[in-house]
T-cell receptor, first 115, second 113 residues
């Protein structure tokens, strides 16, 4: 079974600065997908960014980018120019390719953006 | 485009009672998930449907939990009888297929007293 580890339970950053959230995973699969989801206090999980394992280029979505190191099984999220609205829980998720995709989440990192 | 709808938003029941949650996925989404999220933890997959068939229910406590997805659209998750440790947020998610990202509903917060 796949496991996802987020080693930072809590982090904080000053508004407008940059922060990096860590995620590592363990799998024997070669084809898979990785995601970062944001969960604000409203509880709704919102997709932040997605990475296909076969792609070497790191995904980018506006202020959000990832550092995907397939050999090291590492998938960190960088948030640039942090905004107060970025305050939330952030979850790293792994999904196998195929019907039984076994989508699993890490324990989460609580990010607080300070004014 | 309407998102994933879940009801109720909140539910409080006594232990040993039964409860049911309802989920309406995004139109056209073949894959539907139910997750349990205990306070302070990440979501844990309970069951995954592909259309109206079960793909994975390995982590569903089948002695008390059941789920169905009739006609491959709406889904219900039932707990009978509930235990104190079932207190959690139950999240429903759907995706176009099993290889695309999942979209989540707002969840149902269950408190068992």
């Amino acid at each position: 079974a796949q496991t996802v580890t987020q080693s930072q339970p809590e982090m904080s950053v000053q508004e407008a600065e940059t922060v990096t959230l860590s995620c590592t995973y363990d799998t024997s699969e070669s084809n898979y997908y990785l995601f970062w989801y944001k969960q604000p206090p409203s509880r709704q999980m919102i997709l932040v960014i997605r990475q296909e394992a076969y792609k070497q280029q790191n995904a980018t979505e506006n202020r959000f980018s990832v550092n995907f190191q397939k050999a090291a099984k590492s998938f960190s999220l960088k948030i640039s120019d942090s905004q107060l609205g970025d305050t939330a829980m952030y979850f790293c998720a792994f999904m196998k390719q195929g019907n039984n995709n076994d989508m699993r989440f890490g324990a989460g990192t609580r990010l607080t953006v300070k004014p | 485009e309407a998102g994933v709808a879940q009801s109720p938003r909140y539910k409080i029941i006594e232990k040993r009672q039964s409860v049911a949650f309802w989920c309406n996925p995004i139109s056209g989404h073949a894959t539907l998930y139910w997750y349990q999220q205990i306070l302070g933890q990440g979501p844990k997959l309970l069951i995954q449907f592909q259309n109206n068939g079960v793909v994975d229910d390995s982590q569903l406590p089948k002695d008390r939990f059941s789920a169905e997805r009739l006609k491959g659209v709406d889904s219900t998750l039932k707990i009978q009888p509930a235990k104190l440790e079932d207190s959690a947020v139950y999240l429903c998610a759907s995706s176009l297929n099993s290889n695309t990202e999942a979209f989540f509903g707002q969840g149902t917060r269950l408190t068992v007293v």
